[in-house]
């Protein structure tokens, strides 16, 4: 009888497991996903070693089903497949499908499908030391003009000077590499900012730049509306 009660409860404790692991798998496949920024590429907005929760579910296109398209202003994480080392990018949505941008003179410059006109975009969300500094290489001089096809995006991290990202496809524009993502590319939008807690200090300032890194929760600079200048 003995026996039979203990064979109950591990049963019973194994599906509880496997409930658990299912329900895990769901959130963190169709819901949201934590992550851990590595690199640069985003400062002032986001710095090295922050803890972030991605929005999966937004994106999310099952069938007939779908929510929002990712749009310009938009922070997103994604797979560019262009190294084994960093899996996923964290950068920020400039062109969409139908967009035409124009990099020159460090701005950017957008023009709407169906518009003949190219507007300077004011990008109020970067640092002092990136306003007016987007260049191609370091091409300064250099204008650079990308026409976004449908379905693919053009995104730039926030710190223009040290991000690998559409400008310069990721990594280097040889061969077959594209200056663009695909939408099944993007694993989802970044929702929320824990920041980064220095368990050494036992405070929020991070032990390399010296700075506080609070988290924002939800007031992150996640996206931007350009329609709003």
Same mark, same amino acid.
Do not use: A, P, Q
């Given at each position: 009888m003995e026996t039979s009660n203990y064979l109950?409860?591990?049963i019973d404790f194994a599906k509880d497991i496997v409930i658990i692991v299912i329900v895990v798998m769901i959130v963190k496949t169709f819901l949201i996903s934590p992550f851990q920024i590595k690199g640069q590429s985003m400062y002032d907005s986001y710095y090295d070693g922050q803890f972030i +929760?991605? /929005?999966?579910?937004s994106? #999310?296109?099952i069938g007939d089903f779908k929510k929002w398209d990712p749009e310009r202003g938009d922070v997103v994480v994604f797979k560019p497949k262009v190294s084994e080392d960093k899996e996923y990018f964290i950068k920020r949505i400039i062109g969409i499908p139908g967009d035409t941008l124009k +990099?020159? /003179?460090?701005k950017v410059y #957008?023009?709407?499908r169906g518009q003949s006109e190219f507007t300077e975009l004011n990008e109020r969300y970067l640092s002092e030391t990136n306003m007016n500094a987007t260049y191609v290489n370091s091409g300064k001089a250099k204008?650079?003009?990308y026409e976004v096809p449908e379905w693919n995006f053009f995104v730039m991290g926030d710190n223009r000077a040290a991000s690998t990202d559409s400008r310069t496809c990721f990594y280097s524009c040889s061969g077959d590499r594209s200056n663009f993502i695909r939408k099944e590319d993007i694993s989802g939008k970044l929702l929320m900012?824990?920041?980064y807690f220095n368990i050494k200090e036992f405070s929020f300032q991070h032990p390399k730049l010296w700075i506080k890194t609070y988290p924002t929760?939800?007031?992150?600079p996640d996206s931007y509306d350009y329609n709003a200048q």
């Open positions: 109950e409860e591990i +929760i991605v /929005d999966r579910f994106y #999310l296109e +990099i020159e /003179d460090g #957008l023009k709407v204008m650079n003009i900012d824990l920041g929760f939800f007031s992150s």
